[in-house]
Structures are given as C-alpha cells and as structure tokens.
C-alpha cells in the first residue's frame, strides 16, 4: 500500500506533524514507513493540511489518486505551493539538491562540515540500528558527489537527471550546483 488519502476509521490517530488527534471521518494522509518490529510497513498519519506544509509532494501525488471529495482543497493547493515557494518541503525522492538548514552536517564522503545555507546533495543511505537496517538521508558537498557515485558504482548521468527532476532550488541555483558536480 502506497502512500494515500482516506477517512480516519476512529479518532485514536495522531498526526506526526501536528501531534494533535485525527478526528474520526476526517481526511487524513497516510506515510508507508519502516516498521523496526517486522517486515510489514506501517503508516504515519497526517492531517491533509499539515501535509500541504510538511509534505506537499506526497500530498499532491496522493490527492490524484485519491477520487473522493475534498472540502479544502484550494485552500490546501495553496498550502503545498507556499510550501514549495519557501523551499520548507523536502522533494519526493534522492538523490535532491537542498541548501543547508544548519551547519550540523558532515559530508558522507569527506566527513567535513556543509556549512549553513550552502548548498548539499542528499542521497538515500542505509543505517543500521542496533540489529535492524533503516534508509535515510545523508548529504554531500555538490563537488563530492562525484568521487561518491565512483565509490558506491552509481551512474552519474542517471543521478544528475534524479538531481534536477527533484529538485525545488531556482534554476539560477540549480545551474550552479550541476557545474559544480565534478
């Protein structure tokens, strides 16, 4: 099951965004993520409106699925779309290219600090935790991603369309970052 949109069956879900209840028969958006105590994924509920500011990707793909009515939805096109503008949202897949929201990282390939509001690549990793492996973000400097697709035998070429397929920077920026992907 994919990520999708449907009526809350009771009001006992919480919204991961939010953290406030998921009332019974309201819409709500459902995540597929990872569960740790088995094969089968779980869901992360989210009220439609939060997802517009959290999650305007996954929103937008669900809602075309989605065939019943929605009450708000100008008002949550609107939502997705400031979301977008302001670059809150992170895009729907890897490897992307973001700028820096703090100074905390540290490059996966040189281990050195990608300094705030500079420019990064996230690629999906895996993680191990404990006795079980999880996916998540790591990030790049744009000039290690190179040596890094060498290293892990990925395709640049296929990686470099991935990287302007989803990403949310002005094309200026973009422009930037592809000349710097050495």
């Known amino acids: 099951m994919a990520n999708h949109i449907e009526e809350a069956k009771s009001g006992r879900a919480s919204c991961r965004t939010c953290k406030?209840?998921?009332d019974k028969g309201e819409l709500r958006l459902g995540i597929e993520a990872a569960n740790s105590f088995g094969d089968t994924p779980s869901m992360q509920w989210h009220h439609l409106l939060c997802a517009a500011g959290k999650l305007p990707v996954e929103l937008e793909d669900a809602l075309k699925a989605y065939v019943g009515p929605v009450a708000?939805?100008?008002?949550?096109?609107?939502?997705?779309a400031d979301a977008i503008k302001k670059g809150n949202a992170k895009p729907g897949g890897f490897p992307y290219v973001d700028r820096a929201p703090t100074g905390r990282a540290k490059c996966i390939q040189c281990r050195e600090a990608i300094?705030?509001?500079?420019?990064?690549?996230?690629?999906?990793?895996?993680?191990?935790?404990?006795?079980?492996?999880?996916?998540?973000?790591g990030y790049l400097h744009p000039k290690c991603f190179a040596p890094?697709?060498?290293?892990?035998?990925?395709?640049k070429d296929e990686a470099t369309i991935a990287l302007t397929n989803n990403s949310r920077l002005p094309e200026a920026d973009?422009?930037?970052?592809?000349?710097q992907l050495t």
Do not use: P
Not at 72 to 80: C, P, S, T, Y
Not at 148 to 155: F, I, Q, R, S
């Open 72 to 80: 708000n939805r100008a008002e949550l096109d609107v939502a997705m």
């Open 20 to 22: 406030k209840t998921i």
């Open 148 to 155: 890094y697709l060498e290293a892990t035998e990925g395709d």
């Open 174 to 179: 973009l422009a930037t970052v592809l000349g």
């Open 115 to 137: 300094e705030k509001d500079s420019f990064r690549v996230a690629v999906e990793r895996e993680i191990e935790v404990g006795a079980a492996v999880q996916t998540g973000a």
